[in-house]
Protein backbone atom coordinates (compact mmCIF):
# COMPACT_ATOMS: atom_id res chain seq x y z
CA UNK A 1 0.00 0.00 0.00
CA UNK A 2 1.29 3.30 -1.19
CA UNK A 3 1.34 6.05 1.22
CA UNK A 4 2.06 9.45 0.66
CA UNK A 5 1.90 12.01 4.10
CA UNK A 6 2.40 15.55 4.03
CA UNK A 7 3.84 17.79 6.52
CA UNK A 8 5.29 21.43 7.46
CA UNK A 9 2.07 23.52 6.10
CA UNK A 10 0.72 26.19 8.41
CA UNK A 11 0.18 30.11 8.54
CA UNK A 12 2.57 32.29 7.51
CA UNK A 13 2.97 36.24 6.98
CA UNK A 14 3.66 37.57 3.31
CA UNK A 15 7.39 37.31 2.71
CA UNK A 16 7.84 34.46 4.79
CA UNK A 17 8.96 31.08 4.27
CA UNK A 18 7.90 27.27 4.77
CA UNK A 19 9.43 23.73 4.12
CA UNK A 20 6.91 21.07 3.08
CA UNK A 21 7.90 17.45 3.14
CA UNK A 22 6.42 14.53 2.07
CA UNK A 23 7.15 11.11 3.13
CA UNK A 24 6.51 7.87 0.75
CA UNK A 25 6.34 4.10 1.59
CA UNK A 26 4.93 1.38 -0.12
CA UNK A 27 7.05 1.75 -3.23
CA UNK A 28 10.33 2.42 -4.21
CA UNK A 29 10.40 6.22 -3.68
CA UNK A 30 13.94 6.34 -5.83
CA UNK A 31 11.83 4.94 -9.07
CA UNK A 32 9.73 7.74 -9.47
CA UNK A 33 9.40 11.54 -10.56
CA UNK A 34 7.76 13.12 -7.78
CA UNK A 35 5.31 16.26 -8.16
CA UNK A 36 3.72 18.57 -5.95
CA UNK A 37 -0.02 20.04 -6.59
CA UNK A 38 -2.29 23.04 -4.43
CA UNK A 39 -5.80 23.68 -4.59
CA UNK A 40 -6.84 26.82 -3.14
CA UNK A 41 -10.87 26.50 -2.34
CA UNK A 42 -13.03 27.02 -5.34
CA UNK A 43 -10.19 26.54 -7.99
CA UNK A 44 -9.09 23.69 -9.72
CA UNK A 45 -5.87 21.69 -8.25
CA UNK A 46 -3.09 22.77 -10.22
CA UNK A 47 0.41 21.92 -10.30
CA UNK A 48 3.07 23.78 -8.67
CA UNK A 49 6.73 21.65 -9.28
CA UNK A 50 7.96 18.31 -10.46
CA UNK A 51 11.10 16.24 -10.22
CA UNK A 52 12.89 13.24 -11.92
CA UNK A 53 13.73 10.04 -9.82
CA UNK A 54 17.37 11.59 -9.32
CA UNK A 55 16.33 14.86 -9.22
CA UNK A 56 18.55 15.83 -11.85
CA UNK A 57 15.28 17.46 -13.66
CA UNK A 58 12.68 19.70 -12.56
CA UNK A 59 9.86 21.66 -13.28
CA UNK A 60 7.80 24.68 -12.06
CA UNK A 61 4.90 26.85 -12.64
CA UNK A 62 5.71 30.32 -13.70
CA UNK A 63 3.66 31.51 -10.38
CA UNK A 64 6.42 30.23 -8.39
CA UNK A 65 9.71 30.17 -10.19
CA UNK A 66 12.30 31.91 -8.66
CA UNK A 67 10.45 31.20 -4.95
CA UNK A 68 10.13 27.68 -4.56
CA UNK A 69 12.31 24.96 -4.89
CA UNK A 70 11.97 20.98 -4.91
CA UNK A 71 14.09 18.63 -3.78
CA UNK A 72 14.02 14.90 -2.57
CA UNK A 73 16.46 12.69 -0.63
CA UNK A 74 16.20 9.03 -1.72
CA UNK A 75 17.86 7.73 1.42
CA UNK A 76 14.69 9.38 3.73
CA UNK A 77 11.91 8.23 0.82
CA UNK A 78 11.26 12.69 1.42
CA UNK A 79 10.27 14.85 -1.16
CA UNK A 80 10.79 18.78 0.23
CA UNK A 81 9.55 21.96 -1.33
CA UNK A 82 11.21 24.77 -0.14
CA UNK A 83 8.81 27.94 -0.28
CA UNK A 84 10.06 31.70 0.08
CA UNK A 85 8.63 35.30 -0.53
CA UNK A 86 5.17 33.70 -0.02
CA UNK A 87 2.17 35.71 -1.33
CA UNK A 88 -1.30 35.64 -0.04
CA UNK A 89 -2.08 33.85 -3.90
CA UNK A 90 -0.05 30.97 -2.35
CA UNK A 91 -2.76 29.70 0.32
CA UNK A 92 -4.14 26.29 -0.62
CA UNK A 93 -3.82 23.09 0.24
CA UNK A 94 -0.52 21.26 -0.89
CA UNK A 95 -0.60 17.92 -2.09
CA UNK A 96 2.64 15.60 -2.80
CA UNK A 97 2.23 13.28 -5.66
CA UNK A 98 3.91 10.14 -6.98
CA UNK A 99 4.18 9.60 -10.66
CA UNK A 100 3.94 7.18 -12.79
CA UNK A 101 7.67 6.71 -14.16
CA UNK A 102 11.18 7.88 -13.61
CA UNK A 103 11.24 11.18 -15.40
CA UNK A 104 7.04 11.69 -15.62
CA UNK A 105 7.51 15.21 -14.88
CA UNK A 106 3.84 15.92 -16.26
CA UNK A 107 1.83 19.26 -15.66
CA UNK A 108 -1.72 17.71 -15.33
CA UNK A 109 -2.75 15.75 -12.17
CA UNK A 110 -3.90 12.97 -14.32
CA UNK A 111 0.07 11.90 -14.43
CA UNK A 112 0.24 11.08 -10.93
CA UNK A 113 -0.74 7.80 -9.66
CA UNK A 114 -0.57 8.15 -5.87
CA UNK A 115 -1.55 11.22 -3.57
CA UNK A 116 -1.36 12.41 -0.18
CA UNK A 117 -3.92 14.17 1.67
CA UNK A 118 -2.42 17.51 1.15
CA UNK A 119 -0.97 19.94 4.15
CA UNK A 120 -3.09 23.58 4.45
CA UNK A 121 -0.60 26.60 3.73
CA UNK A 122 -2.26 29.99 4.94
CA UNK A 123 -0.43 33.34 3.89
CA UNK A 124 -1.65 36.25 5.54
CA UNK A 125 -1.07 39.65 4.19
Known amino acids: QVQLVESGGGLVQAGGSLRLSCVAS????????MGWFRQAPGKEREFVAA????????KFADSVKGRFTIARDNTKNTLYLQMISLKPEDTAVYYC??????????????????WGQGTQVTVSS
Open 97 to 114: ASAYSAYGLGYHPGAYEY
Open 26 to 33: GRTFGSYA
Open 51 to 58: ISWSGGST
